[in-house]
């Protein structure tokens, strides 16, 4: 960034003296908002393409409006282009260089519009396509954990409530509960990218504008579904923002509930899986160590996603309509969110992919120590007829003899467990294994086996709308 020794403010007209450095740089948007430069220049193209067709301006002015924006793209892409901290804003800067390079025409570009509608306009543009980015990766990631969880349909681990040992599940039965957070996450990002898609431009600074715009045409040009239909609320609204920031926190809520059992099932005493070297780093003072970065960082930045939510809430709680100076800070938490949602999503993809390896032996030696089949026990004697209020007690009481015994339940003899209950005979033996407890839980949303590769093969059935089009997938 070089600044110029004399600013040339677009709004100088009617000021007397300059801004000092310190208020220059604390106006300023220029270091943030030079990543919506694309979207800018799309916004002005289609701007320009509409007062052409109107006759707002000429046909010689479009095209070199066209020109000029193609060179200024060139520049931009080679790295040439001189951002200015005098220029404010990504829009006097590229408003400025156009002007430099084809005169007259660059002046008219403004005509029937405000950088009110026009930033509005680039942060939806710029946001639909992040959703888009976000739309793809969560569907790569959702599925390597489908294919995680149908190759660990039948892997036993235990089920924890309170995070005590309760009932046996299969690895993929836990894995297809995130499959389940992530959807209803995608289904929030098509839904907020439904009220990102409309088009401010026309609201100009807040009333409209006296030309004869056709805001349709404009829509259409950008792709947007419909135009804002308030003027005012056109450029002041920033609901699409919030709620783009709340479908990332709640994202990163899952992404770091799943982190904390990742970080939990590595720890040695635990010890279900293992996680790839390359999503971990050592210490620098103990040699033996190897930690959860990648889970514990994810976990950690879940704080500033929901930060980024508060600050944008906090942002429009008090603003008087219509376009405040306050808005300018809704950009950083938005990239910031956009930003830590599509790495991660990344990172996790390639993690679920074949970063875990998981310790079959390990999660069912778990299972041995918690009494994880007490219930199929309760379960046995209601199916002979005790009440299972009774059922329960006795149980427990069978628990309690086997703890103090150190066995498991189903270690203990058949005589020892009937004198808990006559009731119980040697088919007693089949509902207390893992394997029965599972197999008895078969029904659709239960952890048989057989139910999980049927919801593993749904799950990729109900994917199939969050999936890209095979070309924009490619691009
Ligand atoms: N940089 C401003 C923003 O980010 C652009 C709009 C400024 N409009 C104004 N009237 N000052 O919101």
Not at 208 to 231: H, K, M, Q, W
Not at 243 to 253: D, V
Not at 440 to 468: C, M, N, S, W, Y
């Amino acid at each position: 960034m070089n600044p110029s020794p004399a600013p040339q403010y677009t709004w100088a007209g009617r000021f007397s003296e300059p801004v000092s450095d310190l208020v220059k740089r604390y106006t300023a948007s220029i270091a943030f908002d030079q990543r919506l430069w694309r979207h800018d220049m799309q916004g002005s193209l289609a701007h320009a393409r509409m007062l052409a067709r109107q006759g707002i301006i000429g046909a010689r002015d479009l095209e070199d409006i066209e020109r000029g924006m193609a060179i200024i793209r060139q520049e931009i892409e080679n790295g040439q282009f001189q951002w200015s901290v005098d220029l404010e804003d990504v829009h006097f800067n590229l408003e400025k260089r156009l002007t430099a390079l084809i005169g007259d025409a660059g002046k008219r570009l403004h005509t029937g519009r405000s950088r009110n509608d026009q930033i509005a306009t680039d942060i939806r543009l710029y946001l639909r396509d992040g959703i888009d980015g976000i739309l793809a990766l969560l569907a790569v990631f959702q599925a390597a954990l489908i294919a995680l969880a149908e190759r660990e349909a039948a892997t036993p681990m235990p089920g924890f409530t309170h995070l005590q040992v309760a009932q046996p599940v299969t690895f993929g039965h836990h894995l297809l509960a995130y499959f389940e957070m992530f959807l209803r996450d995608g289904e929030r990002f098509v839904d907020c990218r439904r009220r990102v898609n409309r088009l401010p431009l026309g609201a100009a600074a807040l009333a409209g504008t006296s030309y004869p715009i056709d805001r349709a045409f404009v829509a259409a040009e950008l792709g947007f579904e419909a135009v804002c239909e308030n003027s005012i609320d056109a450029v002041s609204d920033r609901d699409f923002a919030i709620e783009f920031c709340a479908a990332c926190a709640l994202f990163m809520t899952h992404v770091s509930r799943l982190s904390e059992e990742l970080a939990l099932w590595m720890n040695p005493r635990v010890g279900f899986i293992r996680l790839a070297d390359r999503f971990c780093t050592g210490s620098s003072i103990m040699p033996q160590k190897k930690n959860p970065d990648v889970p514990e960082l994810a976990r950690g930045k879940t704080g500033r996603v929901q930060g980024d939510l508060v600050a944008l809430l906090t942002l429009m709680k008090a603003q008087p309509l219509a376009y405040n100076k306050d808005n300018q800070e809704d950009k950083e938490p938005v990239f910031d969110a956009l930003d830590t949602v599509t790495d991660t999503l990344r990172i996790f993809a390639d993690m679920l992919a074949g970063g875990i390896r998981v310790r079959a032996d390990a999660m069912r030696e778990a299972l041995r120590q918690g009494f994880a089949t007490a219930t199929d026990l309760a379960d046995y004697l209601a199916r002979k007829g005790v009440p299972f209020r009774d059922a329960h007690a006795i149980v427990g009481a069978a628990v309690k003899a086997a703890e103090q015994k150190g066995v498991d339940l189903p270690e203990l003899t058949l005589a020892e467990l009937q004198a808990f209950s006559p009731l119980i005979e040697r088919d007693v033996f089949a509902a207390l294994t893992v394997e029965g407890s599972l197999a008895a839980r078969d029904h659709v949303g239960g952890t048989a086996p057989d139910q999980v590769r049927a919801a593993a093969a749904r799950a990729r059935q109900r994917l199939e709308p969050f999936k890209p089009p095979p070309a924009a997938a490619a691009a």
